[in-house]
């Protein structure tokens, strides 16, 4: 059984096409009718959207198998009073979710994606949060990388900003419990029987998306088709508790390994 990631694993973080095995990976698990969920911290596009994109981009799976975070929204921030920050498109579909934008006395400051943060925002921001506002973060990405560039993720933003006001923080997203719990509810509509040690989490942000997956159980496989060059990077420099149990160039690699031969 799989939770599948999808920037950096399925579709490139450069032009958001398929990556080299990401279409043949899925149509395989089609075909041998492998459980798994498609996990993505996705907030740019309403879901509907992204769906739709990733299946105009040619994977064949059914919305049931999908999961993000702006599903799970509102059962953590209710859609009155919100500070949000990010890229427009998410602002926009915040707007038609329903949620009220409010900067200048907010319940909420929420956090998503953005490569071009201002010091007066983060400013904002921890103004908003020292008069009271809880602090929740879309998901907890180490590393976003856009155009060639690598740049601070949203949980390395929320951790800025919890050291900066000494408050906690909240994530909608990958890696928190919430989330991989709903994807696993979700999985189980496919086999009654799975559990999280039955689980193998594929995913190119070996810090964020699998170390939380590591600590619930699950087998994890890191790519480096995304936010990492070379396992070298990052790999040696994580606590030995949450390394990978796997290290793949891209899907295609774990489609030709002797794992995949043998499944189903």
Do not use: C, W
Request: overall charge negative; cysteine-free; glycine content about 6%.
């Amino acid at each position: 059984m799989y939770f599948i990631d999808v920037q950096g694993t399925l579709i490139s973080d450069e032009d958001k096409t398929p990556i080299n095995g990401a279409i043949d990976f899925l149509d395989t698990l089609n075909l041998k009718k492998v459980p798994y969920m498609v996990v993505t911290n996705n907030t740019k596009k309403s879901s509907k959207d992204f769906y739709s994109f990733l299946q105009q981009q040619g994977f064949n799976f059914s919305f049931d198998k999908y999961l993000d975070p702006l599903m799970l929204l509102e059962t953590k921030v209710a859609k009155g009073s919100v500070a949000a920050y990010g890229a427009q498109e998410f602002l926009n579909t915040l707007s038609v979710m329903g949620y009220e934008l409010n900067y200048e006395n907010p319940k909420t400051v929420l956090v998503a994606i953005k490569e071009d943060f201002t010091a007066d925002e983060y400013a904002q921001m921890i103004e908003f949060i020292l008069s009271g506002a809880s602090l929740v973060g879309m998901h907890e990405t180490s590393i976003y990388a856009k155009n060639n560039k690598r740049y601070p993720g949203v949980g390395a933003v929320l951790k800025l900003l919890e050291f900066a006001t000494s408050s906690s923080y909240e994530v909608v997203g990958k890696p928190s419990n919430p989330f991989y719990q709903e994807a696993l509810e979700r999985l189980r509509k496919q086999d009654a029987n799975a559990n999280f040690s039955s689980i193998e989490m594929i995913s190119d942000d070996v810090k964020g998306d699998l170390g939380g997956a590591k600590e619930l159980g699950m087998i994890t496989s890191f790519v480096t088709s995304g936010k990492y060059k070379t396992a070298d990077e990052i790999v040696p420099f994580l606590d030995e508790r949450l390394k990978p149990d796997h290290i793949y160039a891209d899907m295609k690699a774990i489609l030709n390994s002797n794992s995949m031969k043998n499944i189903g």
